[in-house]
């Protein structure tokens, strides 16, 4: 070291690595860009400050396959894969479904039952699409309102629909039916997404 202190001014943090490997440093290189430069041009060697292990410096031998080198390839493998898998199996549709809190169910003067919910579409794909929502799980059920959605890409609808159904068809022996909601894209056809909900019925005495 020829104490020309430039490790030190270029430091971000301040500190000087002269005294050894600090917790402040932040692995930024730049004492190593400098004392290079000074070491240059002084004619004398480079890689006074570099990158390198306890065992160089104290003349022993240096192992490069190390366990502790196998387990972090092992951990950086388990994450790509991870990432792959969730990439591959990501949902290019999106579907949340809230009941009406304010009434459990409705009876209507034509004497039929209705439950209100309310949707929250969002196209997560990378292109417009039109998609047809439907309802399964109870025979007779009627869906009031729209049953068709065009949303452009990563558009959030929101909707408030009814479902209908005679109090003759439902299961009125439970208070309550699972039913689903299916969402199909009806440019290809493809189901993208089914999700559960309930449909509320007042109990048969």
Request: proline share 3%; hydrophobic share 35%.
């Amino acid at each position: 070291c020829v104490d020309c202190s430039m490790c030190v001014q270029v430091c971000p943090t301040g500190i000087d690595i002269r005294d050894g490997l600090q917790y402040q440093c932040i692995g930024c290189a730049l004492c190593i860009d400098a004392c290079d430069d000074i070491m240059e041009k002084l004619d004398k060697p480079r890689g006074l400050i570099r990158y390198t292990t306890e065992n160089e410096l104290e003349g022993k031998k240096t192992h490069i396959l190390r366990p502790r080198l196998f387990g972090y390839a092992g951990a950086m493998v388990l994450m790509m894969g991870g990432l792959g898998y969730a990439i591959l199996d990501r949902t290019p549709f999106e579907l949340d479904i809230e009941r009406d809190r304010g009434r459990l169910y409705q009876v209507t003067v034509n004497d039929t039952i209705q439950n209100a919910y309310t949707l929250k579409m969002m196209n997560m794909s990378q292109e417009e699409h039109t998609y047809v929502l439907s309802v399964d799980g109870l025979d007779g059920i009627r869906l009031l309102g729209d049953t068709e959605y065009q949303l452009s890409v990563n558009e959030l609808k929101e909707t408030t629909i009814n479902l209908e159904i005679d109090p003759d068809e439902v299961k009125t022996s439970a208070s309550k039916t699972d039913i689903e909601f299916v969402i199909v894209n009806k440019d290809t056809g493809e189901e993208v997404t089914r999700e559960e909900s309930r449909f509320i019925a007042p109990r048969a005495i």
